[in-house]
């Protein structure tokens, strides 16, 4: 029964996760006054870099995001969505950000229990879950000449950390992984929900330059 549970963890994690990552660059690409071309290529390499990311450095080749295509008619799909009917995306955001919170919380679970699986070690298969789950919006937001969205106070990056380091434990301990992965992606929504409605911060330096 697990192994049926796992494939369709699996599976959801690729499609809103995809889903809604691809359209967080779609919508930059829009704002930005990309031309289509480069709103579909800002759409594709956000949906795929984390993932690309995990597996070139588990050695998992070629990248899941090369032999499936699904993320490609995915990525695609959101962009030229975005390019088309903008105003009617743009009212969708609180949606938007839902399904970005479910992606986020997915892959990094997901990513963190595929690194666990080739070996790699718990603490940094925590950080390979973290690199699946912020590695697209990391790229998008350089491609787009913007500061990483992970790299200012917001709990984003440590709730993708938190969720990885919950699998990594549960695999120390001997957990079957359903549980743990469960636990993990729960904690990381619970922390971008808190981050988004309470404020919740991570600590910035009390220090300026004058």
């Known amino acids: ?14 499609w809103v996760g995809t889903l809604a990552f691809a359209l967080s660059g779609a919508l930059l690409g ?24 995990r597996d ?19 990525s695609v799909g959101a962009g030229l969505l975005t390019f088309f009917w903008y105003p ?3 009212s969708l955001q609180k949606q938007i950000l839902l399904c970005d919170m479910i992606g986020l919380a997915l892959f990094s679970v997901i990513g963190t229990q595929k690194a666990l ?21 990391m790229a998008r937001d350089v491609l787009a000449r913007e500061i990483p969205f992970v790299l200012r106070a917001d709990l984003y990056a440590i709730a993708a950390l938190a969720a990885g380091g919950i ?33 919740w911060r991570a600590p910035v330096p009390r220090w300026e330059d004058k």
């Open 1 to 14: 029964m697990h192994n049926y549970i796992s494939a369709d963890l699996i599976v959801v994690s690729d």
């Open 117 to 137: 699986e080739y070996g790699i070690n718990p603490l940094m298969a925590a950080i390979l879950g973290m690199l699946t789950g912020i590695g697209g919006g």
């Open 167 to 199: 699998v990594s434990v549960g695999h120390v301990i001997g957990l079957e992984p359903q549980l743990p992965m469960l636990s993990g992606a729960g904690l990381c929504i619970f922390l971008r929900l808190m981050a988004i409605y309470r404020g």
């Open 88 to 90: 009617r995306i743009v």
């Open 30 to 53: 829009v704002r930005k006054q990309f031309d289509l071309f480069g709103i579909l290529f800002l759409s594709f390499v956000v949906a795929v870099t984390g993932g690309v990311m």
């Open 56 to 74: 070139v450095l588990i050695g998992a080749l070629p990248p899941a995001a090369v032999t499936n295509t699904h993320y490609f008619m995915l």
